[in-house]
């Protein structure tokens, strides 16, 4: 009956709680035309699961040419939404010597990407700009964070933001996926390069070289 089938407007507020999560992507039609179209990118896709008639974001899955590579999930499906400057929301965990785990919900974030000719090589530069503020603290409570813990805090969600965009960047680059468009910022940064690679751009990824910057700025109260 009608009970079983998944109306597309709950379908879509899914996506969406995904994307704020980091769990999974909102992609339009009008973005796949734009991958699809590009010589040298690709396209993804969020992946939805269905059990006992309960729907779940399961991650993203990333294609090659037409071809489906691999799912991203956990860290690097959370990588892969900064990478691409989607974040709109989430929570990020990390673990202190002193208060234990520490969430923090994001409230902004902004990415920019370029390429960059180092010692006649190409290098994906990743520059990340987050604002947050404390969500929950394992031992402790939120008054108790002075100006040193804060700073802490921030270096080590650096730390964890890095890790998670490197292991987005490599799933990909490893399947010879380019869901970043990096063939257009080539084009800007580095022509030469993408002259000489643009028939083979997906073969090439792993040449490129990966520097993920991240900086945090924890704010107490929500802005």
């Known amino acids: 009956g009608n009970d079983v089938r998944v109306p597309a407007e709950n ?7 995904g994307e704020k999560s980091g769990l999974g992507a909102i992609v339009t039609v009008n973005d796949l035309l734009n991958l699809y179209s590009d ?7 969020p992946v939805l699961k269905i059990k006992d ?16 590579q691999k799912t991203l ?3 690097a499906c959370f990588g892969f939404l900064f990478v691409k400057n989607e974040i709109e929301g989430g929570t990020i965990v990390v673990k202190d010597t002193e208060l234990g785990a520490v969430g923090v919900e994001i409230l902004s974030s902004n990415t920019n990407l370029w390429l960059t000719k180092e010692k006649g090589k190409p290098v ?3 520059k990340i700009n987050t604002k947050l503020m404390l969500d929950e603290i394992e031992k402790g409570i939120t008054a108790s964070v002075n100006d040193k ?21 490599n799933e990909c680059f490893d399947n010879e996926s380019d869901p970043f468009m990096l063939g257009r910022y080539a084009q800007r940064d580095y022509s030469e390069y993408y002259e000489n690679y643009e028939d083979e751009w997906r073969e090439n990824l792993k040449n490129i070289s990966r ?8 704010v107490r109260v929500k802005a």
Do not use: H, W
Request: overall charge negative; some cysteine.
């Open 73 to 75: 999930s956990g860290d």
């Open 149 to 169: 813990k804060i700073s802490e805090i921030e270096k080590l969600v650096n730390e964890k933001i890095e890790y998670m965009c490197v292991s987005a960047i």
């Open 39 to 45: 010589k040298t990118s690709d396209i993804y896709l």
């Open 11 to 17: 379908v879509f507020n899914l996506l969406r709680l």
């Open 211 to 218: 520097r993920v910057n991240a900086s945090s700025k924890l």
């Open 124 to 126: 994906l530069n990743c």
């Open 53 to 68: 008639e309960i729907v779940s974001c399961e991650g993203i899955a990333v294609f090659s040419k037409t071809e489906y």
